[in-house]
């Protein structure tokens, strides 16, 4: 799955989800959860790896004209870099809870 910002492949995080007795969260093992989604990370949150990338990436934005090739990062920044999915396998932003 790939970040809808810079293109980069998401990072699986985690996976979230309820219990059946949620008032017991903590005492049942997490087999017990309904998985209702899966939580990503964008690996450009904080800043990309190589130049190049980070080059490409402030061209294609406007908004970056005046942020220093050093600074550049993923617009997933504003959210901390998470994505997660939906019931439905739909990519939201942000962190699920």
Avoid: R
Wanted: overall charge negative.
């Amino acid at each position: 799955m790939e970040c809808p910002y810079c293109s980069a492949e998401l990072v699986w995080n985690d996976y979230y989800g309820k219990t059946k007795y949620a008032e017991h969260y903590y005492l049942y093992p997490q087999s017990w959860i309904e998985k209702e989604g899966d939580i990503y990370k964008c690996p450009n949150h904080e800043g990309f790896e190589y130049l190049e990338e980070a080059k490409d990436y402030k061209d294609n934005n406007i908004d970056l004209k005046d942020v220093k090739i050093e600074e550049v990062c993923c617009i997933s920044s504003d959210f901390n870099g998470f994505f997660y999915t939906d019931m439905n396998g739909n990519l939201q932003e942000g962190y699920p809870c």
